[in-house]
């Protein structure tokens, strides 16, 4: 069981704006960096974010992140169909020592 | 450019042991802090543990369902990465990702590899 919660799923239209919740401790996401990370159907997962609200170069600047206490955002806008997929935040958890993920959340193009 | 390749998965019994390798090319691998992260079938993810570099002491973490039965190495000269499985269990079913810890950890990762405990 993951100590980091995610909505199972959001939607919305092409050209829209969703947002990933991710919530946790303060011996997680209150005092570490939050990573994202997207995998699409079928592939190995993408880091998109990293300490917190960091993009990897080639990340376009439509996935952006912030951190406000125990709980991080990830903001997707100007939805597009290959956006379509599983989105996972991610800290380390300095209670049980280890790296954990969230739940997990499914994003949909309408 | 990046690259990581997973090798050795399988299908195993359990209590059997397996070995993973996961060939690097494309970066300082020797000054690369690395993770190991899996994939139950249709589950999320779920980290099996790190190995910081020589420079930073090589020491390794490992997540709780694994501790005490699976050990990370590298290989520097050969710019590998190792995952030994041991005391295997039905529940390590999972494809198994190698992972660069940086610009964070999951910087880059492999294709995965998938190992199978059963009997």
Known sequence: QSVLTQPPSVSAAPGQKVTISCSGSSSNIGNNYVSWYQQLPGTAPKLLIYENNKRPSGIPDRFSGSKSGTSATLDITGLQTGDEADYYCGTWDSSLSDYVFGTGTRVTVL | EVQLVESGGDL??????????????????????????????????????RI???????????????KGRFTISRDDSRTTLYLQMNSLKTEDTAVYYCTTDWPGLGGHWGQGILVTVSS
């Open chain 2, 12 to 49: 195993v019994k359990p209590g059997g042991s397996l070995r993973l390798s996961c060939a690097t090319s494309g970066f300082t691998f020797n000054s690369a802090w690395m993770s190991w992260v899996r994939q139950a079938p249709g589950k999320g993810l779920e980290w099996v543990g």
């Open chain 2, 52 to 66: 910081k570099s020589k420079t930073d002491g090589g020491t390794t973490d490992y997540g709780a369902p694994v």
